[in-house]
């Protein structure tokens, strides 16, 4: 099994800035891309942001510029620095993890439980 735990959520105002981190553990043999995505009410789940295990990285349009994903491969976590944020960024965000399994070599995409991040205007 594979566990997510994130941290760092809470409220913010506008154009404050907030670190979201995620941590990851269990039967892990590697971590493929690491990434955020959130969820506003009565609205569907969509990406934020990615980096892949090349280090490379894709952001949604909505946070280009203000959003910076990063991963410490030595400890398994990613984070997701959030600047000049916006009531719009207001959801759930959720850690996702595209790993192989070390018990059964099986590729799988683990995800958090959900951290909300709230922006006042």
């Known amino acids: 099994q594979v566990q997510l735990v994130e941290s760092g959520g809470g409220l913010v105002q506008a154009g404050g800035s907030l670190r979201l981190s995620c941590a990851a553990s269990?039967?892990?043999?590697?971590?493929?891309?690491m990434g955020w995505y959130r969820q506003a009410p009565g609205k569907q789940r969509e990406s934020v942001a990615y980096?892949?295990?090349?280090?490379?990285?894709n952001y949604a349009d909505a946070v280009k510029g203000r959003f910076t994903v990063s991963r410490d491969n030595a400890k398994n976590m990613v984070y997701l620095q959030m600047n000049s944020l916006k009531p719009e960024d207001t959801a759930v965000y959720y850690c996702?993890?595209?790993?192989?399994?070390?018990?059964?070599?099986?590729?799988?995409?683990?995800w958090g439980q959900g951290t909300q991040v709230t922006v006042s205007s």
């Open positions: 996702n993890i595209n790993l192989i399994s070390l018990s059964d070599f099986r590729l799988l995409d683990a």
């Open positions: 980096m892949a295990s090349s280090g490379g990285t």
């Open positions: 269990g039967s892990i043999f590697r971590i493929n891309h």
